[in-house]
């Protein structure tokens, strides 16, 4: 299993580009979720999904879209990025929504808004 | 309001020293908490949920809902313990992890 993969690793974006964040998991988990980590911050969620074609806000979700076509996928896109979407972002996925579940994370994304 | 909080930024110690990162929570119900590590270039992972009531790695956090705490110890620091500590807190029937600010843990030699 390769587990939880994202990419691209880096990126650098000008204001007002538009990008997609990929994230795919093999483990048939339901559950998958985006987080962006800043200093000081923590992780903060953006979006997640209980399941294909279900998914819902997180704490700060203006700016990203998401969509859950399939289980495998959880893509993350940038409408329109701002300096204020630099950030190291992290895609996650659990087996179901039971509060108990581990959580297993992707590698990450370091973003740069220009 | 769910909340995690951990209050300091920045743990430094010596190596064979005790170490407790600290972690209270804010949570209308009975809450589901985990601590989460992340070494140098690599990813979030587990360390240990409460429920598990486990010790890994030597740590240990005992769930107190009487100061609503779940601080992370550790009887004698290694040097390999230096990492990203997260504590997070599990939003029970959605799976959503709410995450502390982190604390840096640095164990010197």
């Known amino acids: 299993n390769a587990g939880v993969t994202q990419t691209p690793k880096f990126q650098v974006l000008k204001t007002g580009q538009s990008m997609t964040l990929q994230c795919a998991q093999d483990?048939?988990?339901?559950?998958m979720s985006w987080y962006r980590q800043d200093p000081g911050m923590g992780l903060r969620l953006i979006h997640y999904?209980?399941?294909?074609?279900?998914?819902d806000q997180g704490e700060v979700p203006n700016g990203y879209n998401v969509s859950r076509s399939t289980t495998e996928d959880f893509p993350l896109r940038l409408l329109s990025a701002a300096p204020s979407q630099t950030s190291v972002y992290f895609c996650?996925?659990?087996?179901?929504?039971?509060?108990?579940?581990?959580?297993?994370f992707g590698p990450g994304t370091r973003l740069t808004v220009l | 309001a769910q909340r995690v909080t951990q209050p300091e930024k920045l743990l430094s110690v010596f190596k064979g020293a005790p170490v407790e990162l600290k972690c209270n929570y804010s949570y209308s119900g009975s809450p589901e908490l985990f601590w989460y590590v992340q070494y140098s270039r690599q990813r979030l992972q587990l360390l240990l949920r409460?429920?598990s009531r486990e010790s890994i790695k030597g740590f240990t956090a005992d769930l107190n809902k009487g100061e609503t705490s779940f601080h992370l110890k550790k009887p004698f620091a290694q040097e390999e313990d230096s990492a990203m500590y997260y504590c997070a807190l599990s939003s029970s029937n959605t799976g959503k992890l709410i995450f502390g600010q982190g604390t840096t843990l640095q164990v010197k030699p």
């Open positions: 996650a996925s659990t087996r179901g929504t039971s509060g108990n579940n581990e959580q297993f």
């Open positions: 409460h429920i």
């Open positions: 483990m048939n988990h339901e559950y």
């Open positions: 999904s209980v399941g294909a074609g279900i998914t």
